[in-house]
């Protein structure tokens, strides 16, 4: 399509031409490709048979997670969720919550953080001592709720990391829905009443589509390609 002639309005005899519309069509249906990220990785050790991809539709297991657009909680900031992330080697664990308040205690999100905050959280279990927090793995949240509507303070802490010489608290790690954009989770077909995470290799990548109440099934998948801190 790209080497033929593009053909006259309405000319149906020119059958080695292509016709501009048509074009232009293919181009936009195949723009994944044409950008590079097309590429789908079968199941392995780093990425995970797609059992719960109804709970993430738009972020399909073994190809580039798929950006879109964010606020970020703390300052109000629009960003892009796919760019907030830096080259540095890390596994990303992009958690997003179910529809309830995410600082209630009957809210998946916050079962999970709870669990992530504790002994038997691949986090701890996982990153070395004296690192950064999220070093290893970096959890960042994306809430249902505005962001005038939640407040930072009384988020987990597993959220709020401690991090560099002087321990200074990180607040780039929650984000909410753009007003003046697509909602993520329209976009990204993500399941409003239950949430889900989105575990993300560190060639971005997504690596597994897990529930919010899969704790184990996380820490198994951690356990089976990570080395123990010491």
Not at 51 to 59: N, S
Not at 65 to 82: E, N, Y
Request: proline letters at 7%.
């Amino acid at each position: 399509m790209f080497s033929a002639h593009p053909t006259e309005s309405g000319d149906s005899d020119d059958v080695e031409g292509v016709d501009p519309e048509e074009f232009q069509q293919y181009f936009i249906t195949q723009g994944r490709f044409t950008a590079g990220v097309a590429t789908i990785y079968a199941p392995s050790m780093i990425t995970a048979e797609a059992m719960f991809q109804h709970l993430a539709e738009g972020f399909p297991v073994g190809m580039r997670f798929h950006s879109a657009p964010v606020v970020r909680l703390a300052d109000a900031k629009p960003v892009h969720l796919g760019h907030v992330a830096r080259a540095d080697g890390a596994w990303r664990l992009y958690i997003f919550a179910d529809q309830k308040d995410p600082t209630g205690g009957d809210s998946h999100f916050r079962g999970l953080c709870e669990f992530l905050e504790s002994d038997a959280s691949p986090i701890k279990c996982f990153t070395p001592a004296g690192a950064d927090p999220d070093s290893v793995i970096d959890v960042r949240a994306v809430f249902q709720q505005g962001h005038r509507d939640l407040a930072v303070d009384k988020m987990p802490s597993v959220l709020l990391p401690k991090k560099g010489k002087l321990g200074l608290v990180d607040y780039e790690k929650m984000f909410c829905p753009d007003p003046k954009a697509d909602d993520i989770f329209a976009l990204r077909g993500v399941n409003r009443e239950t949430g889900c995470m989105v575990v993300v290799r560190p060639d971005q990548y997504v690596s597994h589509v897990l529930p919010l109440h899969g704790h184990e099934a996380l820490a198994d998948f951690f356990a089976g390609i990570l080395i123990d801190a010491e």
